[in-house]
Each structure stands twice: as structure tokens, then as C-alpha cells.
């Protein structure tokens, strides 16, 4: 097949992990040959000129032999091109939020009946937009204030995240955590506002005012993370950790490791 166009042999994957390669473009370049792959189901070349491998997870320098022919009646050229190719996926997100609440003594019932009503309420309130709030912990602590003596706090720490895979034609799921967000914040501001017209005390558990904290987190998968210096083309994906490097954990940075010889390593 002629091609009129440069080949950009990148390498995807339509599953959560993906292949982006790294290498020289020939921009002047004209391949006449079959883009048949009998022998191997798991390679194509799109009409785009894309170079797709399916279920592909193993990074490194690859080389591609290419025979073609300038013209029917001149013999068979050869070119071999290497390339390194890393593997890569998307970051997980979420929002991590933190919140304080005028606390029932420590050791009270009443507060973990409020902690299961409070989770309630926050999942019903975002579940609309496909997304999760999990209660990451809950402590409970005796807080002395400069006028008031001791008082109890429960410090709750939560996660907001998107629960369902989809296809980012389909839906986005930022733009959902950010509505999620949205939700959250205008909850907690709703409960602040009601206690200010109340003319009835105050319960014995109540959001205090102030102590919401969000926090936008990228998590990467073990064995991968970022790194804009070494993958200026996709500063915001998790990518494969080098030989010499690893990632043991849901963070998002590669630790040096000179014993370690493949990509990918999750322990030194």
C-alpha cells in the first residue's frame, strides 16, 4: 500500500494501559508493501498510518525491518528503523477531602451513627454523576481551645472518585469529579448556613465552619509514574519505570534503583 503521508508508528492499546513509542519520523518516506499481519493477530497498521499492538505491556528498543521498492523493476531495499517504545496509562484521580465536626464524647455511639449517616448522604448526593465517596478514616480527638476548655472533634478524611470506566467519548470523568466537588462544597456551605439562621443550639454534632479541605491527587499504578522531564510529549501520563528505577507504590514518582534491570520494577 502507498503511502502519501509520514508514518507515525505510535503503538496504543484500547485497554486501561497503553503504548506510546518514542523515535525518528521520516517524513519523506514511501512503504509499498502488504499491511496484512496473518501470522499475528495482535499488530495492525490503521489507514492513518498508526502502528497498533494489542495486548503489548513489555517496554524497550524494538526494530523494524521494513523491505519495499521504489519502483516495480528496481530489486528490494531494506531500512530498519529502532525504536524505543514505553508503556504507559492514564493516572487515577480523585479528590481527597478533609472535614471537622463538633464531636458527642469519644467513646459515644452517637458518633458512629453519624459517621454512617454522613457517608450515606455524601455518596447519594454524587452517585448521579458516577462517582464514589469513600470514608478513608475517622478519628476522634480531645481538642483544648483557648476559651472554651476541651472539646471533642472527629476529623473525617474522605475520597471522591469516579467508579465506572468509560470511554472518554462517552463521558468525562474530571469534568464529573469536579462536579462532584462542586456538590460537596455547596453541601458542607448549606449546613454553615443553616446553623446561622437556626435560632435553636446547636446539636450536639455539627460540621464546624471552615475545615472543608479538597485536595486534587494523581495516583499511578506500581511501576509506573510521571516524569515531564523524560516524557516532555505526555507530562500528565504514568509511564513505565526505566531500568534503574522503580515504583513500589500508588505514587507518582520512580525511585532510583541501579540494581534494578527491568521496566516496570516494583521493588529494588
Excluded at 5 to 25: C, H, N, Y
Excluded at 49 to 74: D, E, M, W
Excluded at 212 to 225: E, S
Aim: positive net charge; glycine residues 4%; charged residues 20%.
Amino acid at each position: 500500500m502507498a503511502g502519501k503521508e509520514a508514518k507515525r508508528w505510535d503503538a496504543v492499546q484500547p485497554s486501561k494501559r497503553f503504548l506510546r513509542s518514542a523515535g525518528p519520523r521520516h517524513n519523506s518516506l514511501k512503504i509499498v508493501g502488504s499491511v496484512v499481519f496473518p501470522e499475528n493477530s495482535s499488530v495492525q497498521i490503521s489507514p492513518a498510518g498508526t502502528l497498533i499492538l494489542r495486548h503489548f505491556n513489555l517496554s524497550g528498543i524494538y526494530t523494524c525491518s521494513i523491505v519495499y521498492k521504489l519502483t516495480a523493476t528496481q530489486p528490494d531495499k531494506n531500512l530498519v528503523i529502532k525504536y524505543l517504545i514505553y508503556a504507559y496509562s492514564d493516572p487515577r484521580n480523585y479528590y481527597e477531602f478533609t472535614a471537622q465536626y463538633h464531636a458527642a464524647p469519644c467513646n459515644s455511639s452517637h458518633n458512629t451513627s453519624f459517621e454512617k449517616a454522613l457517608l450515606q448522604i455524601l455518596s447519594k448526593l454524587v452517585a448521579d454523576l458516577s462517582c464514589k465517596v469513600t470514608l478513608i478514616k475517622s478519628e476522634c480527638h480531645h481538642v483544648k481551645m483557648q476559651r472554651g476548655g476541651l472539646q471533642n472533634e472527629i476529623f473525617f478524611t474522605f475520597s471522591e472518585k469516579h467508579n465506572r470506566l468509560c470511554q472518554q467519548t462517552a463521558c468525562d470523568a474530571s469534568q464529573r469529579l469536579n462536579e462532584a466537588k462542586h456538590l460537596i462544597e455547596t453541601f458542607f456551605k448549606q449546613q454553615v448556613e443553616v446553623s446561622r439562621k437556626s435560632s435553636e443550639p446547636l446539636p450536639e454534632i455539627y460540621y464546624i465552619e471552615g475545615t472543608l479541605q479538597m485536595v486534587w491527587v494523581d495516583r499511578c499504578f506500581p511501576g509506573y509514574a510521571m516524569n515531564a522531564l523524560i516524557h516532555p510529549g505526555c507530562p500528565e501520563c504514568c509511564v513505565v519505570c526505566s531500568p534503574g528505577s522503580y515504583n513500589p507504590s500508588n505514587g507518582i514518582h520512580c525511585l532510583r534503583c541501579d540494581r534494578s534491570l527491568i521496566y516496570g520494577a516494583t521493588k529494588c
